[in-house]
C-alpha cells in the first residue's frame, strides 16, 4: 500500500512539475519588430562591411511626417523603439565623412530635400529622448527622393553603386533617403 501510494504521489508530482514547464508566458509580437540590414547582404559572407539593426514601424494609416517630423531641431532614432544601430566592420567614408569602424546609434533629422543623418557614440538608448548633440560624431546629409511605391514599413537597404562604394537607402512612405558608404582606402601604404 505504501508503495502504491508513494507511486501515485510521485506521478502526481511529475504531472504538476511538467505542467509548469508548459506555462510560460511569452510576449506577443513586436507591432515595429527589430531587423537587419548589412552589406554585403549574404548572411554567410564574413566579411561585412556595414551592418544596421533597427525597428520597423509601420505607417497603419498614418502620415509620415506625424511620425518623423520635418523640423531643423526635431531629432528621430531613425526606426522604432531603441534608436537604431549601425556599426562599421571597416574604416569609412560615410556621406564623405571619415568614420572609423565601430558600433554607433544612428540619429536623423527629417527634411523636405535632405535629412542630416547622425552617428552618436551614445548607445543602448531607447528612442531619442536622451539624445545630446555633444555625443554626435559626424553629421552628413542625405538625399531625399521620392518611391514610387508606397513603403509601409520603415526599411533600410543597401545597393552596391560600384566597386567598393554602396548607397544606404532608407525607405517609409513615399520617401527614400540616401546616402554614399564606402570602405575608406588608406593612399599611404
Do not use: C
Not at 39 to 46: E, K, Q
Not at 85 to 93: P, R
Not at 100 to 118: H, M, R
Not at 152 to 163: D, L, T
Amino acid at each position: 500500500m505504501k508503495k502504491t501510494i508513494l507511486l501515485f504521489a510521485v506521478l502526481v508530482l511529475s504531472i504538476i512539475s511538467s505542467t509548469d514547464t508548459y506555462a510560460q508566458k511569452f510576449p506577443r509580437l513586436d507591432v515595429s519588430p527589430l531587423d537587419v540590414a548589412a552589406y554585403p547582404s549574404d548572411w554567410r559572407n564574413s566579411d561585412k562591411l556595414v551592418r544596421v539593426i533597427y525597428g520597423r514601424p509601420q505607417l497603419k494609416g498614418r502620415a509620415l511626417s506625424s511620425l518623423a517630423e520635418v523640423s531643423d531641431k526635431g531629432v528621430w532614432r531613425t526606426g522604432a523603439n531603441e534608436a537604431s544601430e549601425i556599426t562599421f566592420f571597416k574604416d569609412v567614408l560615410f556621406g564623405g565623412e571619415s568614420v572609423k569602424a565601430g558600433t554607433y546609434t544612428l540619429f536623423s533629422v527629417p527634411g523636405d530635400k535632405e535629412w542630416t543623418l547622425i552617428l552618436s557614440n551614445v548607445r543602448n538608448v531607447w528612442g531619442h529622448y536622451t539624445y545630446d548633440e555633444k555625443d554626435d560624431v559626424i553629421r552628413v546629409s542625405g538625399k531625399v527622393s521620392e518611391s514610387e511605391k508606397s513603403i509601409e514599413a520603415f526599411s533600410i537597404v543597401f545597393n552596391e553603386v560600384e566597386g567598393n562604394a554602396v548607397t544606404m537607402h532608407l525607405g517609409w512612405g513615399n520617401t527614400v533617403v540616401s546616402v554614399s558608404l564606402e570602405e575608406e582606402v588608406d593612399l599611404e601604404e
